[in-house]
């Protein structure tokens, strides 16, 4: 073969290598751009990444939550994605897009929760340790606001929640490393009126949890650090013009160079359900892929899940009588029917149709407790008894507290109150779902707790029920502390609690402790002065200044709070026996030990000294601060709550003369039947006012 030969295949040869190098590399950049965007229209074969609740159903809906309450549900793209950019000493977040039709399906959604989050969170984040309710799936009380996590995310939240500043109970929202939204607005999207321009757009509302479909685009402009949110019912064929959320935030301060991309929900107290129907999602300013709508699966209605129509059915169908009618004829039956009656006969009138939500059937609380018997009895107190139960048809577990009432007197202002207060939502504070009238009986509806009230474990004496540790009772103090905070200064009426105690503090599955009863709360407006009421609550948790007030306040509160401190740190009840068989205010027993220099030996001998001297020197100040028999020398629960949490110096506990005058003319002013009622007060408040400023270690 010729030279000449031999360069001209070579040639040729170097043509081909250079043709199936490029055709390798056009592949290699196809699959990166592939890799970088995705579309689900529908998710049956999906290869989701799925937890907590969250299943395909068999026509291709991805159902994050089914009803049941309590729970929380992710699902997640199983490829993680870059969301920044590698040039440069700080690389820029990039430019990404997404697009996802949603529905939400409650029974009233006006009682609806609690969304639906669409997330981008680190590949290291912990979803495992997030909780359901109010936090979405997303976060627990100790991450939320963490600019540590580095989370995105945009909520479709269908419970206000003041704890996190929530508009409305129908919004989206733009989180970042918060709950608290950067930017939230009402439901909506902007539709065209007929006219030209800006000015020819109309804002129509959408009901989130309507149980209609909707979608949803996502968009973050990396050059002008914008993040654009839009909504749109399902069968509007076009996005919007106008986003309903624009706002800007730089989020290279917040996403990390590889993240996942998924969703988030969960329920709380109510029955709700959460599904996503399609999803795609695009990175660099390359729109979302069109979702194909025609092939999407359709939304259930919410009578078609089947366990809730069959437990419908049993709870609704009267029980045969055939055997009755044989036995005992016509006469007998008319007896059992008007028995029936009597047994559910509950107490109706015209104003309670405004609180017709918060309200449970008497029939659905006598099966949910068996009829009330004994072996559901979970305690008894001044005020009534307490039984577990089960609802005949969500199965969820309450506790039902029965109290006397006066029928006639300000029941619609109580019935009221006890609907306001059934709105609260705070990690601390036991959830007060409902009520039920009879005669002369007032039932309340709580969330049942699963370890019971905080006096068993300090004062059980019971092998099953383990001594409470330190940092179980630190945690409890501060937990009571915050709960109180949101109480008095945080929700949208002041609530003054008026039995703040042990045996008023729950104890849920994770040991947290929760305030519970509010039997006796009042509710007054902020800035507004408390009514004179009747004196109530528990001996050695009142306020001196009640016997001659006669009025609640907060800062009534902060002195039971502050015994409940010492009861908690010191395993001892409010008044103790000594060594003589006397009664002594446990106040006066931790005084002595301040003046003698020993003020943690007060510390629980059953502890065998483990606990953190510093948490339990602090604690233990701090009850004696709270339970100052003067009550403009107590803090405030804001004070107290920083105390705790080490944001301001616990002051020096140094009463000054005025001090002893003040406490003279208290004495002097009607207190004499209180003193009675409460032989210890005096000796209290004399040895509380000789405090020494001594730190002790």
Known sequence: ?????????????????????????????????SAEEFVYSGFTGANLTLDGAAVVTPSGLLELTNGTLR??????????????????????????????????????????????????APESYDLSAALPSQFIGLVNGTTNGDAGDHLFGVELDTDQNNEFRDIDGNHAGVDVNSLVSVSSVTAGYYSSSGGGG?????????????????RVWVEYDGEEKRINVTMAPLEM???????????????STVLTDVARVGFSSATGSFDSRHYVLGWSFAMDGVPAPAIDISKLPKLPRFDDHPKQHRARLLAEIVPP????????????????????????????????????????????????TEGFKNKNLLGVGGFGRVYKGVLPVSKMEIAVKKVSHDSKQGMKEFVAEVVSIGRLQH?????????????????????????????????????????????????????????????????????????????????????????????????????????????????????????????????????AFGVFVLEVVCGERPIK???????????????????????????????????????????????????????????????????????MPLPEMNPTLQSFESLALMQNEGFDSYVMSYPSSVATMTTLSNLSGEVVT
């Open 1 to 33: 073969m010729s030279s000449s030969s031999i360069l001209q295949n070579s040639k040729k040869m170097l043509s081909i290598i250079s043709l199936c190098a490029i055709h390798i590399l056009a592949v290699g950049v196809n699959a990166a751009a």
């Open 71 to 120: 729970q929380k549900a992710h699902a997640i793209h199983p490829s993680p994605l870059r969301f920044r950019n590698r040039t440069g000493s700080s690389p820029a977040a990039r430019s990404f897009s997404a697009c996802f039709a949603f529905g939400i399906l409650c029974p009233d959604p006006n009682a609806c929760g609690h969304g639906i989050v669409l997330f981008v």
């Open 198 to 214: 800006a000015a020819g757009l109309l804002f129509r509302n959408l009901t989130l949890a309507s149980g209609e479909a909707m």
């Open 237 to 251: 064929a076009n996005k919007p013009s106008k986003p309903l959320i624009s706002t800007g935030y730089d989020l």
């Open 321 to 368: 009588v055939t055997t009755a009618v044989v036995i005992l004829g016509f006469g007998a039956i008319a007896i059992l029917l008007v028995r029936r009656r009597l047994r559910y006969t509950e107490l109706h009138e015209d104003w309670e149709v405004e609180f017709g939500p918060h309200r449970f059937s008497y029939k659905d609380l006598f099966n949910a």
């Open 427 to 559: 990690r601390n504070l036991v959830q007060l779902l409902g009520y039920c009238r009879r005669k002369g009986e007032l039932l309340l509806v709580y969330e049942y707790m699963s370890n019971g009230s905080l006096d068993k474990h300090l004062y059980g004496g019971s092998d099953d029920i383990p001594i409470l540790d330190w940092d179980q009772r630190f945690r409890i103090v501060k937990g009571i502390a915050a709960g109180l905070l949101y109480l008095h200064e945080e929700w949208e009426k002041v609530i003054v609690h008026r039995d703040i105690k042990a045996s008023n503090v729950l104890l849920d599955s994770d040991m947290d402790g929760r305030l519970g009863d509010f039997g006796l709360a009042r509710l007054y407006d902020h800035g507004a002065n408390p009514h004179t009421t009747h004196v109530v609550g528990t001996i050695g948790y009142l306020a001196p200044e009640l016997g001659r007030t006669s009025k609640a306040t907060p800062l009534t509160d902060v002195f």
């Open 577 to 647: 026996q000594n060594s003589n068989g006397d009664q002594l205010l446990l106040v006066d027993w931790v005084v002595d030990h301040w003046h003698k220099g020993s003020l943690t030996d007060t510390v629980d001998a059953r502890l065998r000294g483990t606990y953190i001297i510093s948490e339990a020197s602090l604690a233990l100040k701090m009850g004696l601060l709270c339970a100052h028999p003067l009550s403009s020398a107590r803090p405030s629960m804001r004070q107290v709550v920083k105390y705790f949490n080490g944001d």
